[in-house]
């Protein structure tokens, strides 16, 4: 059974880090693309990053680049994703989807976790 589960969120203060983790069970993550997507109280949900399947590139939303570094582990089954200099809006539900490429687009996600919150607050 194709399962994905989150997770590293909690509290930190603006300027923090943390690192999120998703764990593929099922299936290997290696020869799919993993985003991260994120979603804010009242919003909706966006794109944070994702790593491709085919050739580990790499894309990240605008609002996150230079921060976030999104990496696999396949020796674990794992995709990461590395948040530095954390700020109060980065404040989310952060979630790991699987889709057979990269899109900034969450329906092109048919498998999702079931989320892990990142609080960012002083």
């Known amino acids: 059974q194709l399962q994905l589960v989150e997770s590293g969120g909690g509290l930190v203060q603006p300027g923090g880090s943390l690192r999120l983790s998703c764990a593929a069970s099922?299936?290997?993550?290696?020869?799919?693309?993993i985003g991260w997507f994120r979603q804010a109280p009242g919003a909706e949900r966006e794109g944070v990053s994702c790593?491709?399947?085919?050739?580990?590139?790499?894309n990240y939303a605008d609002y996150v680049k230079g921060r976030f570094t999104i990496s696999r582990d396949n020796a674990k089954n794992t995709v990461l994703l590395q948040m530095n200099s954390l700020k109060p809006e980065d404040t989310a539900i952060y979630y790991c989807?699987?889709?057979?490429?990269?899109?900034?687009?969450?329906?092109?996600?048919?498998?999702w976790g079931q989320g892990t919150q990142v609080t960012v607050s002083s």
């Open positions: 989807a699987v889709a057979v490429g990269c899109s900034t687009w969450p329906n092109e996600y048919p498998y």
């Open positions: 099922g299936f290997n993550l290696d020869h799919y693309a």
């Open positions: 790593i491709s399947g085919s050739d580990g590139s790499t």
